[in-house]
């Protein structure tokens, strides 16, 4: 980062590993957003977009300047660069089109932009280990990770890898130059993840070491891919993980909800919701409408359903599982971070009479608020109109603000609250839940409230990890006994 009139612009460094010396390569603009670096060292092209307009643009050298190539008027999702194209002469940015994602590649030399290719939300590109071109690409389909490689000898290798771990996830983490060999993530069902380096010149794999230290088997509980229909009839997935040593009737549950709320729960192993089982509890995750990674349908089922069917989409998953015996009505409990952490705070609030016990962990309590610390943070209208579509607002005053605000109905509230929030956390900043405290104190409901000396929005140390469980674990146990 160079700091030009008091603001940082993003610009490209060269430093001596050895002296620790560092020279200026090429200083971005007020604008620059991405650089991509060849394998020599020098710049090749830079995105720049403009918040205020919406106006993105892809520059590529031009000799000593730069001239752009492709321009885009894009409000909320700008294009993006994703790298070196198939050969180094090329590159490639993700767009949109249709409102459907798409890669196109740029002749570095002409300019000239090739056919788009359409992809999953979730693409992933796969890159040379040397010369950082273009291999191939991944997504996760459903429950399924799928690899294609262009190249056939690539494509049989990766058939090789997999075929060593039946009916484990086995993800590509690093590779040789020659593609020899082969760093894998491998999440097993009963084992957990750990890494492995394939040597296929020696035909063996070698077991590197687990994610979890001092994880067996006998500590993971069983997780299985759920489906069920909304309310509306809305088809929704997501997964159910039951205690070790229960016979799957009439068992307390969490529901932890995903953050985002564009994002999605997937199906390798989850540090959370085994922790939850651990101490006796079904956890139920939803894939609600807005999830992102499952299709654009899903997707935009939920722009202006914030607080309301993403919402109801939780405790849909809850009648589904009581109405198959599967976990007692009475001692339903709701967590969740982020959104996830608002969706426990709206479940006390706006959903009521579904849950026993709602753990917020950095959750949203006041939209408008939000809103308006997410702008000011990144000085883009873009971020409100994210917001916006989601919440279905027209602006900061629209009534809808408070409305689906948990602060501005802590008085509805009728059940046991936990607040725990990083004091550093600078995405959705600590003074969220302290509003919702003070609206809970004012209210006379009841709440408990921790907070996290030196730790941002995702819980980044172990430690805080470990803290932030032992408090929701307390917190449960206390309020929805597990036995």
Avoid at 23 to 37: K, N
Avoid at 206 to 227: F, M
Avoid at 357 to 373: I, K, M, P
């Amino acid at each position: 980062m160079k700091f030009a009139g008091g603001r940082g612009r993003l610009s490209v460094f060269k430093i001596d590993l050895d002296s620790g010396r560092s020279a200026l390569v090429a200083e971005g603009t007020d604008h620059t957003r991405d650089w991509l670096v060849g394998a020599d060292g020098e710049p090749i092209a830079q995105e720049v977009y403009d918040p205020q307009s919406g106006r993105w643009a892809l520059r590529v050298r031009n000799g000593l300047g730069w001239r752009e190539v492709q321009t885009v008027i894009a409000p909320i999702e700008r294009p993006y660069l994703v790298g070196l194209g198939r050969k180094g002469d090329r590159l490639v940015f993700a767009t949109h089109q249709d409102e459907r994602p798409v890669w196109r590649e740029v002749d570095l030399a002409t300019g000239a932009v090739g056919e788009a290719i359409p992809l999953r939300d979730d693409q992933d590109a796969i890159r040379d280990a040397q010369d950082g071109t273009l291999v191939g690409h991944r997504a996760l389909v459903g429950d399924e990770d799928r690899y294609v490689f262009f190249d056939d000898r690539d494509s049989a290798m990766w058939r090789s890898v997999t075929r060593a771990y039946p009916g484990q996830r086995v993800s590509l983490r690093s590779w040789s130059a020659d593609r020899r060999k082969i760093v894998v993530l491998v999440d097993s069902p009963e084992e957990g993840p750990a890494y492995a380096l394939v040597n296929l010149d020696a035909g063996k794999a070698t077991w590197l070491g687990g994610v979890y230290q001092g994880l067996t088997p006998d500590d993971i509980a069983p997780r299985k891919p759920i489906r069920f229909k909304a309310a509306d009839g809305l088809e929704l997935s997501g997964y159910l993980t039951l205690p070790r040593g229960r016979d799957g009737r009439n068992l307390p549950l969490v529901v932890l909800a995903h953050g985002g709320p564009a994002s999605r729960d997937d199906p390798g192993f989850d540090w959370w919701s085994q922790a939850l089982a651990s101490r006796g509890y079904a956890v139920l995750q939803v894939n609600f409408r807005g999830s992102d990674g499952l299709g654009e349908a899903l997707l935009k089922a939920g722009y202006g359903e914030w607080g309301r069917k993403m919402q109801t989409d939780l405790s849909d998953g809850v009648r589904h599982l009581v109405g198959q015996g599967v976990v007692d009505p009475k001692r339903v409990c709701i967590v969740g971070a982020s959104y996830g952490g608002y969706a426990a705070l709206a479940g006390a609030t706006h959903d009521r009479g579904v849950y026993r016990c709602a753990g917020s962990v950095a959750g949203v309590a006041d939209l408008r608020r939000q809103v308006s610390h997410s702008r000011r943070q990144s000085g883009s209208q873009a971020t409100t109109r994210y917001w916006n579509r989601f919440i279905g607002a027209e602006d900061l005053g629209d009534p809808v603000m408070a409305a689906y605000s948990p602060a501005q109905h802590a008085r509805n509230a009728e059940i046991p609250i936990l607040l725990v929030h990083g004091k550093d956390d600078t995405v959705v900043p600590l003074d969220q839940s302290q509003v919702m405290a003070d609206a809970l104190k004012r209210a006379g409901k009841p709440y408990e409230m921790v907070v996290m000396p030196g730790e941002d929005h995702w819980l980044t140390r172990g430690e805080t990890r470990l803290q932030m469980l032992t408090a929701v674990v307390t917190f449960l146990e206390k309020h929805n006994p597990p036995n």
